[in-house]
């Protein structure tokens, strides 16, 4: 009984307030405002001290342009030292929150080669009012934008962290290698099997933001139709989309994961092809699934986009799983 005593101290002194051993706070924390950044800049801290990288609740929700930041959100703004932005106009809703913060603000589109977005005249309604700017926000649905991305978010790293500039130059090597990679990919899947996927014209998609994954592959973007939350299509537009199936005699069109598809299975009706879902990255794991490293899941998603797109203009699965 005697040799208990003094561990049951031990437990108790433990259990007072400020006896026990207190989380350490990282000494860089870095918010970042989409999954497809939250991936590079994990990739980019890699086997930094003291770095705790966090990403919003931007997967959540469907538009970012209807988003609005949760009180989780504030916490992580608040305490933030460096918040990494996608920039062309996808996070309006941080404005009020980038004013009164002294975070660093990396623009992760700089350099980048915008495409215009894509005119949606719903009977004169812009999407209940919602204006999505000149530019379309989706860059990172090529990665060889995601490469720049990682070369803006380095260049800002190196400047805010500059005793591990040596790690943050090794792990963007990296990264490029892993995006170049993905590239390298679509690049070999599309001359492989281009021909298998017969001469139809280009994609039609239910989110404009596909028309760099579109150009990524070597296909024009015909047509889009971005169904939001209070917006749907109008008879007309069905028509004409369904007008272009027809014409073209496409096999199949695409809607984003978790998106709406009422249109488009209401096309599917009209002309019997068929619908499939691609995915705009803006969700996945926040841990690792291999080897590679948290950017693989980047690769992962792309590729299973490119297998949907392929295999379902082939009409058969002609690409292999994995």
């Known amino acids: 009984m005697k040799k208990t005593i003094p561990v049951l101290w031990l437990v108790l002194l433990l259990l007072l307030p400020g006896c ?3 989380k350490q706070e990282p000494r860089l924390s870095i918010v970042c405002t989409t999954y497809p950044i939250y991936l590079l800049v994990s990739s980019l801290t890699e086997g930094v001290e003291g770095v705790a990288a966090e990403r919003l609740d931007t997967s959540s929700g469907g538009c970012l342009h209807d988003y609005t930041l949760t009180v989780a959100d504030m916490k992580k703004l608040d305490r933030a030292d460096i918040i990494a932005l996608n920039g062309a106009g996808l996070e309006e809703f941080l404005e009020a929150a980038l004013e009164t913060s002294d975070a660093v603000v990396i623009d992760c589109s700089m350099g980048v080669d915008l495409l215009e977005n894509l005119s949606h005249d719903h009977d004169g309604d812009d999407h ?7 530019w379309d926000p989706h860059y990172w649905m090529d990665p ?4 720049i991305m990682a070369a803006n978010l380095r260049n800002q790293l190196v400047l805010a962290d500059p005793h591990y500039a040596e790690v943050y130059e090794t ?4 990264a490029d290698m892993t995006l170049l990679s ?4 679509i690049e070999n899947l599309m001359m492989e099997f281009r021909p298998q996927m017969g001469t139809y014209p280009g994609l039609i998609t239910f989110h404009d933001g596909f028309q760099y994954f579109a150009r990524a592959c070597g296909l024009p973007l015909l047509a889009s139709i971005e169904e939001e939350a209070g917006s749907e299509a109008s008879a007309r537009e069905i028509v004409e989309i369904s007008a272009l199936v027809k014409a073209y005699n496409i096999p ?3 809607t984003e994961i978790n998106g709406s598809d009422a249109t488009a299975n209401a096309i599917a009706r009209e002309t019997g092809c068929q619908v499939a879902q691609l995915s705009m990255l803006m969700d996945g794991p926040d841990e690792a699934d291999s080897a590679f490293g948290l950017l693989e899941n980047y690769s992962n998603l792309y590729h299973d986009n490119l297998e949907t797109m392929i295999n379902g203009f082939a009409g058969e699965r002609v690409v ?3």
């Open 171 to 174: 792990n963007t090597r990296n």
């Open 320 to 322: 292999p799983l994995g």
């Open 252 to 254: 199949i069109i695409f």
């Open 182 to 185: 993905c590239q390298t990919t």
């Open 128 to 134: 209940d009012g919602h204006d999505h700017g000149h």
């Open 20 to 22: 026990a051993r207190k």
């Open 144 to 147: 060889a934008n995601a490469r």
